[in-house]
């Protein structure tokens, strides 16, 4: 692919300089809740009259509220999250992991690990519990940063709390805005196809179609010294 993301970048930079910890995100990545929040926001756009492809076109990585800044600045957008922490909770028990998210977690072993999410703390708290998924003591969530995704706060705050610079970190996302923010924060990124295709994640230092092609460049990374 012209211009995109290969395993030749990748791999020059973990030449240059360790990867020291590993930042997820977690919706597309380590669960696997696209067709969930694709019924979500689209429920929520019938009753609010709101073009749904527009919505489900912008949903991926951004926090709930810029997204409902962006397509309905004339609602309130507490009260629409209200609608749509209602509409998650009635659907908590169908979030399944992504296919391989387990073993990989499994697998990193004492390396740093955080989770980077625009998503909020009950949610993904609940997600991970019914899927039976470890929780690292490092967790950021949209709610808890000035600026979402694409903005560079979320990495930068995950860098800072694991103590490890975010050249030293190497970010796992899955839409563009992710990787947009994981870059602007100055880590290395690992692009997952799973909600995009490769060529909207082109700024990433590699694309994989799934988790699982990814499990071992992702262990080499967590492993470099």
Partial sequence: ????????????????????????????VLLDTTTIYQEIWSTWAEHRSVDSATVLG???????????????????????????????????????PAPHARALLDRLGDRPWA??????RWSVQLSFAACELPLPPVQVYGDEVPAGKPAPDCYLMAAARLGVPPAECLAVEDAPAGVLAAKRAGCTVLAIASTHPPEELGMADLCLPT?????????????ST
């Fill in 1 to 28: 692919m012209g211009g995109g993301p290969t395993s030749e970048r990748i791999e020059g930079h973990g030449t240059q300089m360790a990867t020291t910890a590993i930042l997820f995100d977690v919706d597309g």
């Fill in 58 to 96: 912008l949903m991926h990585g951004r926090r709930p509220l810029d997204l409902l800044a962006h397509v309905a600045p004339h609602l309130d957008a507490v009260v629409e999250c209200e609608f749509l922490d209602g509409l998650m909770r009635e659907k908590i028990a169908l979030v399944r």
């Fill in 115 to 120: 989770i980077v999410t625009s998503g909020n």
């Fill in 211 to 223: 988790l699982a092609e990814a499990a071992d460049t992702v262990l080499e990374f967590a492993h």
